[in-house]
């Protein structure tokens, strides 16, 4: 079985971009979580989708948005991107319906921003 | 609000000891909770899960963890440490929101094993 995959690897960019990060989670799972991971900071829950729809965000600005897709792929965007944005973000994925399951990650996406 | 905390944040060791990493939540409902484990350079990885039962969970590698409700905690043990677990722990606890899964991570403690 596929774990959950996220592209690309790394992303650079500098202050005031747009950042696109994706996620495809493991087959057969239709929930998916974003976190980020910064340095010090351990990791901090940031969106929830389920089923298509967002059902839960974190304590972060409207910059951070999302979407998942019919195929329940996501997509994580980061709108006018600022220094402490730099960060490791991870992707999970939940089989439903979610009760007693653990979280299966991807190897993140490390997001630097110059 | 819901919150893990995770006592210590860098733990050294030399091979051989013995571990044990805190954990404790603040939610007073109930909760699954977790053990998750991130090696260098990889992603992250479940270690064990408690739901209900035995409050003493057994998990890969030879680590285990137990449950004390009374104080709000799920410390992980390990008798022995290997040099290959050098690596972050986080603890995990999750509560069921509208019929699916929330998870709250500690801040991870960063274990390292001097051979």
């Known amino acids: 079985e596929a774990g959950v995959t996220q592209s690309p690897t790394h992303l650079i960019k500098t202050r005031g971009q747009q950042a696109t990060l994706r996620c495809s989670p493991i087959?057969?799972?239709?929930?998916v979580y974003w976190y980020q991971q910064a340095l010090g900071l351990g990791l901090q829950f940031l969106l929830w989708?389920?089923?298509?729809?967002?059902?839960n965000r974190g304590n972060f600005p409207p910059r951070f948005s999302g979407r998942q897709f019919p195929n329940y792929s996501s997509e994580l965007n980061v709108n006018a991107l600022e220094l402490e944005d730099s960060a490791l973000y991870l992707c999970?994925?939940?089989?439903?319906?979610?009760?007693?399951?653990?979280?299966?990650f991807g190897d993140g996406t490390r997001l630097s921003i110059l | 609000a819901q919150s893990v905390s995770q006592h210590n944040h860098h733990v050294i060791l030399s091979e051989a000891a013995s571990l044990e990493l805190g954990c404790n939540y603040s939610?007073?409902?109930?909760?699954?909770l977790f053990w998750y484990v991130q090696y260098p350079g990889q992603h992250l990885q479940l270690l064990l899960k408690?739901?209900?039962?035995?409050?003493l969970v057994k998990g890969i590698k030879g680590f285990e963890a137990e449950f004390i409700k009374s104080k709000f905690s799920f410390n992980l043990r390990k008798p022995s440490v290997q040099w290959s677990d050098t690596a972050e722990y986080f603890c995990?606890?999750?509560?069921?929101?509208?019929?699916?899964?929330?998870?709250?991570f500690g801040q991870g403690t960063r274990l390292t094993i001097n051979p």
């Open positions: 999970a994925s939940l089989s439903p319906p979610g009760y007693n399951q653990p979280q299966h």
């Open positions: 087959s057969g799972h239709t929930s």
């Open positions: 989708y389920d089923e298509g729809e967002e059902r």
């Open positions: 939610y007073g409902g109930t909760v699954n």
């Open positions: 408690y739901f209900s039962g035995d409050p």
């Open positions: 995990a606890v999750s509560r069921i929101i509208q019929g699916a899964q929330k998870l709250v």
